[in-house]
């Protein structure tokens, strides 16, 4: 097994499973995935039942349940008030999130791009520089909509009401004016209502390079430095025993939630933080702060006869308000 490669990718979700298939384009470029969940390889046979779904259903009851319990990190929130707390799913397998998500393909918009990332210095990542890379992974994610003939009644009732309501309606909403008080058809990324994660796209297509490899089932702790330098990771085996691997290049990628935790014990983090809980300081950064989350909540209704057929697909519509959307 090697121990040195040019590029360690923490993580194989939307965007480890992609950043480490693009590198390992490169023949001359050794790339090490490192997963914390089992590896699905494809091996011709019949695939697991959530590669369908997962916590969103599409056509035929593809999808009627969330992930294996096994498969999911299983967080929950902070306690809210009256003691409740929140599920946050989070996927834990080669393809992460993206094998459990509800295969919604949305892009950014257009001012948070121009207006909040360049201005805040991050060069390259205007709406102009960045557009081609959405169209590209579009194409090859087969990102689709259910057209209305095969939307369920409730789901015209839904538009309609929008429309009512005075929401423009619009047949593409990844176009730059989808955006505040608009109603039409919700993207997707399935095909033949397997989800287009990058489990079955990006990751399947790097199997067979020679200099790309994954790890799986092994447990990231954290990023090893020289100085400030990254020049690996160490992470608990399959076997449950510490190893480490070395590289030039450390790509932590380890999903919102994943992320922070690793840099934070690898001394990448709020200096006071750190010293609080005795790790020795590498950076000073403010990483895990500002956290956004898009909580949901559903809404229970009645409707007449015509409209009460329940079924699939789920998720075929969407209304987007100011500063919230709705599906169904």
């Not at 993207?187 to 989800?195: K, M």
């Not at 500002?290 to 789920?314: F, I, Q």
Request: glycine share 14%.
């Amino acid at each position: 097994m090697c121990d040195h490669y040019d590029v360690i990718v923490v993580g194989s979700g939307s965007t480890g499973g992609t950043v480490a298939s693009r590198l390992s384009e490169d023949e001359g470029r050794r790339v090490l995935m490192i997963e914390a969940g089992p590896d699905f390889p494809e091996t011709g046979g019949r695939q697991p039942a959530f590669f369908a779904g997962g916590a969103f259903q599409g056509e035929g009851g593809t999808g009627g349940s969330g992930p294996p319990p096994e498969l999911d990190w299983n967080y929950q929130s902070e306690e809210l008030p009256g003691g409740r707390r929140i599920d946050l799913r989070r996927g834990k397998l080669v393809g992460g999130s993206s094998m459990i998500n509800g295969t919604v393909a949305v892009r950014g918009r257009r001012e948070d791009f121009d207006n909040r990332w360049v201005k805040a210095g991050a060069t390259g990542w205007s709406w102009d520089e960045v557009l081609p890379y959405y169209e590209k992974a579009e194409g090859e994610l087969n990102v689709f909509s259910y057209p209305p003939e095969r939307w369920l009644p409730v789901q015209h009732l839904f538009v309609q009401a929008c429309r009512e309501l005075g929401f423009r309606y619009l047949e593409d909403m990844n176009a730059e004016d989808a955006w505040d008080e608009v109603v039409g058809p919700w993207p997707r990324n399935r095909r033949n209502e397997i989800r287009q994660g990058s489990l079955v796209t990006y990751i399947r297509k790097a199997r067979d390079r020679p200099n790309f490899t994954v790890r799986a089932d092994a447990l990231v702790d954290r990023v090893l430095f020289d100085g400030t330098r990254a020049t690996g990771v160490a992470y608990i085996d399959a076997d449950g025993k510490p190893a480490t691997v070395s590289g030039d290049l450390v790509v932590v990628s380890a999903g919102a939630y994943g992320s922070a935790p690793i840099l934070l014990r690898s001394g990448v983090g709020p200096a006071a933080d750190l010293a609080a809980l005795g790790i020795e300081e590498v950076v000073d950064l403010p990483v895990g702060q500002n956290l956004l989350e898009h909580p949901g909540w559903r809404l229970t209704y009645k409707v007449d006869r015509e409209h009460a057929l329940m079924g699939w697909p789920t998720l075929a519509v969407v209304g987007r308000g100011m500063t919230w959307w709705g599906s169904r």
